[in-house]
């Protein structure tokens, strides 16, 4: 018998190294953004399209990442992330012009977005079903302790010359190389290798390791799944799994219309304009990536305690305070210290609502037939209004200012508390297999 390195929970740790990633690429354009533009003296509305590159390839990596996860496997494709992410770093610290910069981008964000999709996908695949909230979650706090380190990497580089945004962007390469060799100690997907390619007998070796006493009702269940399976987009888009798509897509939307990649990736400006001093605000970013992380726990301990919708309601709340606030000290120019505060609640509302929920929400609500092209819909869609939003914001943040496109932002939240009263259901304590009984009609 095949003996495999580790445990679940070491796997789920090593499979959210991708999630790091995924943070750090997001936001270590933060603290160079405003060089570049100096740099290479673009405009507003060209920094806002080299930022939104990265994103244009989270969509694209997110649309396709479902194919070959369902072609070669969970763990081939998130080695070939690593190695976009390594290619990413590398090639945006030698860039020698903007359009250079923005190719390396948009690698790294082929791997950022197809991230989105596998790695949480993945997680849900071999996490035990009391578990699974947490050990998913674990993507997204690898996730915003990658956002952290940016920050903190892009403060203590800030001051090393007039070219340190290339160490910033090439920093990346130790974790993108880390990533890459830890995922040689890491397994198949047990419910892949019996719905696309039949081999039974190694899952059921893996899922042995997983959890021992439930090895044959796990095997029973999914193969049960797996009869007349169709895995097609045509199938996909067939109405059979019209309420899993709806309830993807608002998530994903509602994730972004909260504002949250405008603040992580122009955080420093939004301080600045707020009376902040450089190396002030790029120290208050660090402070926004701690209570990032710091509330991504306190998510982590409770997702499966008191359930997704719980951890909805309190991120939702805490979104319509803070921001209209952010809004309120934008329109009466008083923003100096109170600002950071008020982003930092902010932050804190994300992380412990859409935060910690999105991604383990996406990765449970779809059959494990369809579930490659269910995260890819759901992370596109996220990507998508990602893209927009970032792409958008210098120009509109200059015409607007900061008061009408927080309040914005405050409205959607508004509309997000409604979604998750009327239509978003409880997934924490339901297997796999049961919520798809429950959701496709």
Known sequence: MKKWVGNVFFWSITVSLGGFLFG???????????????LWNLSDVMVGQMVAMGLYGTIVGALIGGIPADKWGRKTTLMIIGVLYLICSLGSAAANGVTMLMIFRFIGGLGVGASSVVAP??????????????LTALFQFNLVLGIL????????????????????????AVPSVIFIISLFVVPESPRWLITNRNRVDE?????????????????????????????????????????????????????????????????????????????????????????????????????????????????SLGYIVSLTLVAIAFFRGTGGMMVPWLLFLFIASHAIGQGAVIWVFISEIFPNRVRSWGASLGSSTHWL???????????????????TIFLFFALMMVFQLLFVWKLMPETKGVSLEDLEKKLVK
């Open 149 to 172: 380190l940016a920050y903190l990497s892009n403060y203590l580089i800030s001051n090393l010359g007039e070219d340190s945004w290339r160490l910033m962007l090439g920093i990346m």
């Open 121 to 134: 996908m993945y997680i849900s695949e071999i996490a035990p079903q009391a578990r699974r909230g947490q």
């Open 203 to 315: 899952a059921r070796e893996i899922l042995t390791l997983i959890d021992p006493l439930t090895v044959d009702q796990s095997v029973e269940a999914i193969k049960d799944t797996r009869s007349g399976v169709d895995t097609s987009l045509k199938y996909f888009f067939s109405g059979k799994f019209k309420l899993s798509i709806l309830l993807a897509f608002l998530f994903a939307f509602f994730n972004q219309l909260s504002g949250i990649n405008a603040v992580i990736y122009y955080a420093p400006r939004i301080l600045e304009e707020t009376g902040l001093g450089k190396g002030a605000a790029l120290l208050s970013t660090v402070g926004i990536g701690v209570v990032n992380v710091v509330f991504t726990m306190i998510g982590l301990s409770l997702i499966d305690k008191y359930g997704r919708r719980f951890l909805m309601y309190i991120g």
């Open 24 to 38: 750090f690429d997001t936001a270590v354009i933060s603290g160079g953004e405003q060089s570049i533009q100096k």
């Open 385 to 403: 209004f990602a893209a927009l939003i970032a792409g958008l914001f210098p120009y509109y943040n200059g015409k607007y200012g900061g008061g």
